[in-house]
């Protein structure tokens, strides 16, 4: 029987030589524009055909092979991270179960068989983020299924309203525009803003943060929150037949809303679960503009940087006894070199420093966004949210790394297969924006701009990390400033109340209806006239009748003169 250690090792061996595959292969499709849409008959009973139809063109191939590399790389840092967990084989069955769900649901061009694929991620990611088995662990993990469940319902919605059509493959209906076809891209917008948690389905993904980081790595990469940018790319041609405007004004909303956020919160995990969300915000806001493309683009290279990064706070994390509060972290650098470079790295490429792996999606898209024909509000809000993630990063990397308030004993040790995992995706960090560049576009994006155009973008980046610098030693944490700031602290840290709005506000009132029917119906009236009146009836007759038959002298002499007057009478 296999070890844990050979389990372990061979599934991330197996995932990797697949995922190499699966993107040399999808590299060949670009290059020849070679598509292969393929019918597996599972079962032909009297005519009735059961078929599965797998969709393999560049998009999806190389999506694939990138959702592999990154699974093999988390699955093999998973050996060291998870050694000491008691239910490790669980966890690393239920990983490969996420990974199959993601592909499932990347090769589907036919809505019944993305519908696995999405409920597959649903349901294991509900069971990852209640790993640990606690009560914050199972409200997070209720939290997430119960938002995800809502992007299941439109799913379905969606494909019972394509009856109206002649098959379920959505692929076929691309390129037509009626008015049925409006009902159904609300139905898709509505089912990918929940799984890639845009406003006002935000607030499961920093409550997911209480799953293992590896799974966090997984989840915020390539796999759970991805999937509904994934499948906005799918049905782009449909989305841009219609006005966007608001769409794209939630999308940009949840960019700023996430770089706030991670600017007012203290725990390591949860600021890059923020960043992802403010990158999110960015695919889906150049997606609604009209370059699909260019967010698929982002999408992979944020996938590698991301991965990366959650690998370093996972192993800081780990070496501070499983601390997550950035103030009580500080001077790693002397202790972690190697892990610390790639955390620099990982957070270098997130701000999009240039000739990184983020630069070369994230100028991309601004220069796209700067030649669309929007106005001014959405221009600023880019710059603005643009500015705030190089903000955060640079906080993040002054409290992990150089601020050192207290000396504290710690286990400080730089595991060897966590590093050989490391490596990889740093290399990945850096040169996987030029490679995928040169790849996905035939020819290079030119973006014809003015001089101060081109450069506000470094001037955004810069003015972000020198602000970030000061305001660190400002120490905004501090009481007084806290004190100041209090109201706008907690609403920016808790993300404009949406917490609040997805939970106690949904069920408060529920809550307070079941209570008043429990005093009514249960506690009141209804207990003694409805459920309990044979009861009551039968108890009463049956203290009669005792009452009568305990020799009661009284009770026979009434008896017997009632008799003889009856009988008289």
Known sequence: ??????????????????????FILGSFYLVWDYVVFMDWEILSLNGCVITMTFLFDWMSLIFVGCVFIISSMVIYYSESYMSADLSSV?????????????????????LMSILIGWDG?????????????????????MLTILTNRIGDVAILLSIAWMLNYGSWHYIYYMGMWDFFEFYLVS??????????????????????????????????????????????????????????????????????????GANMEFDLKKIIAFSTLSQLGLMMSILFIGYPILAFFHLLTHAFFKALLFLCAGLMIHCMSDTQDIRYMGGMMNQLPFTCTCFCISNMSLCGMPFMAGFYSKDLIMEMMMMS???????????????????????VVYYVLFYNNMYVCQGYIEDGVMMRSMIFLSLLAIFSGSMLGWLIFPVPFLAVLPLYLKMILLMCIFMGGWLSYEFSLF??????????????YFFSSSMWFMPYFSTSMVCEGSFFLSKGYSDVMDEGWGEY???????SFSSFISRVMNYYQYNNVKIYLMVFVFIVGFSLI
């Not at 294991?124 to 662990?137: A, E, G, P, R, T």
């Not at 024909?373 to 906080?395: A, K, P, Q």
């Not at 006239?529 to 009861?535: A, G, N, P, V």
């Open 187 to 260: 139905l898709i917008v509505l089912a990918g803003f929940t799984s890639s948690a845009q406003i006002p389905f935000s607030s499961w993904l920093p409550a997911a943060m209480a799953a293992p980081t590896p799974v966090s790595s997984l989840v915020h990469s390539s796999t759970l929150v991805t999937a509904g940018v994934y499948l906005l790319i799918r049905f782009s041609d449909m989305i841009l037949n219609m006005d966007c405007s608001i769409i794209l004004t939630l999308s940009m909303m949840t960019m700023f809303m996430a770089g706030l």
């Open 121 to 141: 991620l649903g349901l294991v990611s509900y069971c990852l983020v209640i790993h640990f088995q606690n009560y914050k662990s199972y409200s997070a993990g």
């Open 1 to 22: 029987m296999l070890s844990k250690l050979s389990l372990y090792i061979l599934g991330s061996l197996m995932l990797f030589l697949l995922g190499v595959i699966f």
């Open 475 to 488: 120490n905004l944490s501090s009481s007084l400033s806290l004190d100041r700031f209090s109201l706008f």
């Open 529 to 535: 006239m409805i459920s309990k009146s044979s009861l």
């Open 90 to 110: 669980r966890f690393y069955f239920l990983v490969l179960l996420f990974v199959l769900s993601m592909m499932m649901m990347i090769v589907s061009p036919n």
């Open 373 to 395: 024909s929007y106005n001014f509000f959405i221009f600023m809000v880019f710059f603005v949210s643009i500015g705030l993630t190089v903000f955060y990063t640079f906080r």
